[in-house]
Structures are given as structure tokens and as C-alpha cells.
């Protein structure tokens, strides 16, 4: 198979079903943002030397495939047939409780911080920022995306920005207050 099958040289695209569409449509703008934040986490990966914080990433990395493809299927019949697309309120549980591990091991926020610290929590800071701007392109978008895609991304910048703050404390990068 080759990468480049010339179908898109006009600036239009596929949606999963076949559909035709701008590659300037909010829905393909939105899972583009989607991708911008896997980048992000596989930007993260190439600078951590922490295996836990790692394998979460490679875990929301294919995440972040699962739900690139479910807003690239307006028609929603993928994640019925594909179950490595499924998302579900069992991963935004998942999420929530990785929040909390990582939560555990780090002082309590006393005041708003920079982004920045180790290469590791930067990245993750600058993937929290990008799913925030893939949170509010997804939420603009009608007919709406099914309901557990926004809680899931919604609570994926909060995993992004406490995972931040964990690969700092672990590397021992203070956290600069503002």
C-alpha cells in the first residue's frame, strides 16, 4: 500500500463511510486536533525514561486512534463493528482513576503553575494545551459527537496535566509558581 493515493490533491478527504468532504470541515479539523495530541504523547515518549508513565502513554496513544477514527464516522457504525475504536465510560474511569494514582504522589496545588519543567512534563503540558483546543473543536461540532468522546477528552487533559506534574516531581524538575 502505498502512503500517498493522490485522492485528497483537491483539498477534500474520506470519512470512514466514503463520504467526501473539505479538509477544512470542523469534523476533520477536530480529529486532525486529535492526532496533534498523539504527536504530543509520542513527542513525551521519546524524552521519558519513567516506564510507567511510558506505557500510560503508549495506552492513550492508541486511545487517541480509537477516537480520531469514531469522529472521522459521522454516520457512528465503526466502533460497532471494530471494537480497537470502541470507547466507552469504562476508559473515562480509567483515566479518572489514573488522576488519582498519579495524584497520590504529589504535593497539593497551591497556586497555578508554568509549563515546562523536564522534557517529559513540557511535552505533556503542550499535549494538555492541544487536547483542550481538541476538547473545544469537538464540542462545537453538530450534529454533536456522542457524549462519552467529550468526557473522555475533557478528562484527558486533566490525566495530561497531573502526568505533567508527575514526570517533574519523579525527575525532580521544580515546578515553577506563578
Same mark, same amino acid.
Given at each position: ?9 483537491? /483539498? ?29 504523547? &509520542? ?20 486511545d487517541?486512534f ?8 459521522? /454516520? ?41 519543567g523536564?522534557?517529559?512534563? %513540557? ?10 483546543? %481538541? ?11 456522542? &457524549? ?31
Amino acid at each position: 500500500m502505498k502512503i500517498y493515493t493522490r485522492t485528497g490533491d483537491a /483539498g477534500d478527504t474520506s470519512f470512514f463511510d466514503g463520504t467526501r468532504v473539505r479538509k477544512s470541515e470542523p469534523r476533520v479539523d477536530a480529529y486532525g486536533e486529535v492526532d496533534e495530541v498523539n504527536a504530543c504523547l &509520542g513527542l513525551a515518549r521519546a524524552s521519558c525514561s519513567d516506564h510507567d508513565i511510558d506505557a500510560e502513554l503508549v495506552h492513550l496513544q492508541q486511545d487517541l486512534f480509537a477516537l480520531g477514527a469514531r469522529l472521522a464516522d459521522p /454516520g457512528e457504525k465503526i466502533a460497532a463493528r471494530v471494537t480497537k475504536a470502541a470507547l466507552g465510560d469504562e476508559d473515562v474511569t480509567r483515566l479518572e482513576q489514573l488522576i488519582d494514582r498519579y495524584e497520590a504522589e504529589l504535593p497539593p496545588l497551591r497556586r497555578f503553575i508554568l509549563a515546562g519543567g523536564s522534557p517529559t512534563g %513540557a511535552a505533556l503540558h503542550l499535549a494538555r494545551a492541544v487536547c483542550r483546543r %481538541a476538547e473545544r473543536r469537538m464540542v462545537a461540532l453538530e450534529p454533536a459527537v456522542d &457524549g462519552v468522546l467529550v468526557r473522555y477528552v475533557n478528562r484527558l487533559s486533566d490525566l495530561l496535566f497531573v502526568m505533567a506534574r508527575a514526570a517533574n516531581h519523579r525527575a525532580g524538575a521544580a515546578e515553577t509558581e506563578w
